[in-house]
Nanobody, 127 residues
Framework: VQLQASGGGLVQTGGSLRLSCAAS???????????MSWFRQAPGKEREFVSA???????HYADSVKGRFTISRDNAKNTVILQMNSLKPDDTAVYYC???????????????????WGQGTLVTVSS
């Protein structure tokens, strides 16, 4: 599967951004069978889990974004959305979408557990 992330940009503290990840599946595996996630990587830091949405559309969030970010998926459009509100300077990072069809819930937060990655989109939150 190929992933294309978009929607990043520059926003002030307290602002909002909406990230989108479009997936194209060349095989017969349906998009709905993939767990879709967002990770982020700030300069000089390791890639960290942000949010995931399961095959059942159940959302999962890192503690740092709970209550501010909302993940959703549209299986008809092969798209996953990350709505980011109340943004803080600490949210500044390159955001990556990831996908995997075999991953289990306990591994959602592990970057190495995902088989497919998008190219990343930069989010900058100014203070």
């Amino acid at each position: 599967v190929q992933l294309q992330a978009s929607g990043g940009g520059l926003v002030q503290t307290g602002g909002s951004l909406r990230l989108s990840c479009a997936a194209s599946t060349a095989s017969t595996v349906s998009f709905r069978r993939y767990v879709m996630s967002w990770f982020r990587q700030a300069p000089g830091k390791e890639r960290e889990f942000v949010s995931a949405i399961g095959r059942d559309s159940r959302p999962h969030y890192a503690d740092s974004v709970k209550g501010r970010f909302t993940i959703s998926r549209d299986n008809a459009k092969n798209t996953v959305i990350l709505q980011m509100n109340s943004l803080k300077p600490d949210d500044t990072a390159v955001y990556y979408c990831a996908a995997d069809q075999q991953i289990i819930v306990s591994s959602y937060f592990m970057a190495h557990a995902y088989s497919y990655w998008g190219q990343g989109t930069l989010v900058t939150v100014s203070s």
